[in-house]
């Protein structure tokens, strides 16, 4: 996805972009640059949304799950791992693009992260007229749909995809 920076009373908003090679067996042998521990990410493959996540332990999670096994031996069957990096099975020898948009302190309530990653799931949803591609379900708070702190982030990394917050529900 190309970034666009869009003015207009949105203070910008830079992530922490990075590529990530995916071994044709599906390994990862990269080490990751050091991520605050807040934070909620996307990632692409060329121009496609594959996945939104969101991460209360920076640079951990993406080590846990980037470098984890896809597939294990239970019961003495080859079996895929279906934790939520499974996904990586289907980019195997390909790059993928993380975006990674630091989070303040008020996000390091988990609901008010989960609710700031599926709304802004859904707004990509809107914008591209389709779902992630490796994402198979999003769990909606309506409590926190009309937060102000929420929806002043969302603007804010929509804002750097060019995109507006559609406020609709």
Request: proline share 2%.
């Amino acid at each position: 996805m190309k970034a666009k920076t869009v003015e207009g009373g949105i203070s910008k908003i830079r992530p922490v972009s990075f590529a990530v090679l995916i071994n044709s067996d599906g390994t990862v042998e990269r080490r990751f640059v050091a991520l605050p521990r807040l934070g909620i990410y996307i990632i692409s493959f060329a121009d496609e949304i594959i996945r939104v996540g969101e991460c209360s332990s920076g640079t951990g999670r993406f080590q846990s799950g980037f470098c984890g096994r896809l597939r294990m031996i239970s019961r003495g069957k080859d079996r895929k791992n279906y934790r939520a990096y499974h996904w990586r099975d289907n980019y195997r020898g390909k790059s993928v693009t993380v975006d990674y948009f630091t989070l303040t302190e008020a996000f390091s309530d988990s609901a008010l992260r989960r609710a700031l990653e599926a709304e802004l799931t859904f707004q990509l949803r809107i914008a591209h007229r389709r779902w992630p591609r490796e994402m198979s379900e999003i769990h909606f708070l309506e409590r926190f749909r009309k937060n102000k702190i929420l929806v002043n982030q969302l603007r804010r990394i929509l804002s750097y995809y060019g995109l507006r917050y559609d406020g609709r529900t």
